[in-house]
C-alpha cells in the first residue's frame, strides 16, 4: 500500500536555503527504492522550517531508502543544521481523484 510521510524540520536561523540545498539535490536511487513524490517547500512566515511530503510504494520501502548511502550522506550533512524540533505525521494512502 502507498505510504505517505509528511513532515516538518526545524532549522537553525538562517540556514534553510542550506537545508533546502541538500535535500532538493537529484537522487536517482530515491526513484529506484520506490520514492513517487518528494517534495520539499518554505513558507517566509515560518523561516525556520522546511516542509518535506513524500510518497513511497511502501512504508518497507521508505524505511530501506534510510540505509541507502546517498540519503545517509544527505542526512549526516544536514543534521548540524537542524535544532531538533521535527513534526510530522505517516498514513497508508487510501486513495486520490488523479490517480486510479
Known sequence: MTFANVGTLGVQPGKRDEVVA??????????????????????DDDPDTVFVAELWTSAEAHRASLQLDS???????????LTGQMGGITFAVSGSPLRN
Open 22 to 43: 541538500i535535500l532538493t539535490r537529484p537522487n536517482p536511487q530515491l526513484d529506484e527504492a520506490g520514492c513517487l513524490l518528494y517534495e520539499v517547500g518554505i513558507d
Open 71 to 81: 540519503v545517509r550522506a544527505a542526512i549526516q550533512e544536514a543534521m548540524p543544521l
